[in-house]
């Protein structure tokens, strides 16, 4: 008996032809393993009990990073004699999933430290079972010839590990070894001399550029005080807080609490950064994450990573980008030091570190790139979207076949040259993965940058506005599959609203096509518009304006005049009923600070200040008829007495308002499953507050888990909206 079998999914580029080929062989099966464009196709001869056997291991025990999406199994006709992995036919179409970068694996990290085995010390050291994937692709389907490994001849050694299916790097397209691989290099210096002589200056308190698997790295020792605040200057980065890397689990506890969750996600695969809470032996130098308890930590993804931290002190791994800028790939580029530790392999796909934290015993993303894209989300099947997303933290999202893509976190779009990134990404997923949109999604607020650029960002002339606050609510409803109406709760610092202001702290009750706005913060102006999310003296100042309060803050009888000015005549002091600017002004009040370096600094520091024993501030939740406010302004006072209560009174109090909120609203509507999602829900404690009071009150919670609850997750949130409109399921 003869069959052909097509697997789709997540099957190339990770071991998954070698694997197939291994347990045909083990049923004594003969026949053939090839990719196509669009998965990989086997062809099994034998006995059809001996078939069948091998098809459900392979279904249900695929290699780690493998994703089987679907099994297609049909007569075939054809005697074979043998088994082979064959070369991938010319002319296949190009619709299958690459798997993204691997990070090393405990075997090749083995090797790489083994004096005696042949690739000791070699930095690009790798196997079906790890390395470079997305970063390096050009196109697929996914072969040697179509990764930029593919520039380097292979040895002998590596031609015959290559060809052997009883190796581990049979058909391991990014074999490589010191006699064939790339070349690492620091000026004059090649190989192991390179990363040595670049070891000697991070000890010497020099900062060196590293370039990594999606982009170059700025790197310093991380206990150095004065080389950590160079870096800092150098980028331009003010107080934001930067990751660390350690050579290993034992280094990482001692600077970080860490629990099963946080090792898991260290240790894994994807090796992403993780937000752990500082420990008390915690080390490093002061500026490494200032103004907060906690501290980005990952552990080295890459042989280079592992070869270079080796008996180093934990080391600050931050992009090589100017602040908001995009990440450098290409090393005759803007690299801001004259210490460079490049390498001759070029990254086709520039991509940042993903971020992730733990919430509830899971892994929740903060930033998703390396190592998570491009693995789709399942989403209703429809019309292919497009989604642009919204103006910061921005990604995109192709829609497709009961599949979204969400792209890496490419930034903020205001920035010209990450727009310009944006746009590349754009096109370059579009040729990869042969994206048609049929539609095109987009920000409703008509000055965001994709919104202005979407004729010329989309091949598709249908255009259907998303409400920034309506996709944060619709994104967790399809990341968790909810249909009908859900009560949402959108918190964060920004977004353009239905009646023209900005929002960012809505009551919604929403289905994936529509929504109602039912509750929302109580409204101030914001003087200055812009300027005051930095000086948040401005918010603290209108703050106590409104409530008629008197406070002493530190800004001269001018600014004062000018700023009431603004605020009374309504001039450049648009109104908000934003959570994350309402958290900056008690910020301000608790002495926090008064200005922040980098978006939610003073939250960050409100966060950190958190006391558990305070007892809860009052936001009452007033009823109008049609919608109910959250007011502030007896919590203001309660502040303005009781500075030093600030923290923990204002975290629970606002807490409170938001179950009290959904209560409210389960009481006209019935509803009892909320959403939760927005910036401010990065905050752990206020997530963890509300996620509890909410549960004990009966609801169904849910948030953001497989994307960022911040605006990363916002194209996906306008695919949902856009495919439920236009003919996918249609939920209301």
Known sequence: MTKRIVF??????????????????????????????????AVFCGESSAIQNAIEMIRTSPPPQAIIESVEVADFEGDYKDLKILETPEGAPSSVLVPPDIGICDDCRRELLDPKDPRHLHPFIS????????????????????ISQGDFDLCDRCRNEYVNPLDRRYHAQTIACPDCGPTVFMGELRGQEAILGAKKSLLAGEIVAIKGIGGFHLACIATNEASVNALRMLKNRGNEPMAVMCFDIIQVRGQAEIGLCEEQSLSSWRKPVVLCKKSNNYSLAPSVAPGTDKIGIFLPYTPLHVLLLDGLPPVVLTSANLHEEPIIADGAKNIMVTKVLGNDREIVVPIDDSVTRCFKGKQQLFRR????????????????????????????????????????????????????????SLCLFRELFGFKEEYCAHDAHPSYTTTVHRKELSRSDR????????????????EHGLDGRVIGVAADGTGFGADGTIWGFEFLVASRSEFERIGHLRT???????IAIKDCRRILFSLARQAGSKIDLDIGPQERELWGAMIDKGIN?????????LFDGFAVLAGLGQKATYEAELAVALESAYDPG????????????????????????????????????????????IVKGCLFARQKTGLKRICLSGGCFLNLILLELVFDALSSEGFEVYTNISLPPGDGCVSFGQAVVALSRVGGMRCV
């Open 8 to 41: 789709r999914g997540t099957v190339q580029g990770v071991g998954f032809r070698p694997f197939v080929w291994r347990v045909a062989d083990s049923f004594g099966l003969k026949g053939f393993v090839r990719n196509i464009g669009n998965g990989v196709e």
């Open 127 to 146: 196997c079906t079972n790890c390395g470079p994937r997305l970063s390096i692709i050009r196109r697929l389907p996914y072969d040697r010839h179509t």
């Open 369 to 424: 790139a390396r190592g998570f894209v491009p693995e789709t989300l399942p989403i209703p099947k429809g019309p292919s979207i497009l989604a642009l997303g919204g103006q910061m933290k921005n990604t995109f999202t192709f829609a497709y076949d009961g599949k979204a893509m969400v792209s890496h976190h490419i930034g903020e779009m205001g920035n010209a040259a990450t727009f310009a990134r944006f746009a590349e």
């Open 463 to 478: 255009f259907i506005p998303v409400f920034h606050h309506h996709a944060h609510i619709a994104s967790v409803m399809g």
């Open 524 to 530: 101030f102006p914001l003087p200055g518009g812009e």
């Open 573 to 581: 002091a648009p109104a908000t009923s934003s959570l994350g600017r």
């Open 614 to 657: 305070a007892r809860p501030f009052n936001f009452p939740v007033r009823d109008f008829g049609d919608h109910f406010e959250v007011d502030w302004t007896v919590a203001l006072k309660q502040g303005i007495e009781n500075p030093a209560s600030i923290s923990g009174g204002f975290h629970k109090g606002i807490s409170e308002a």
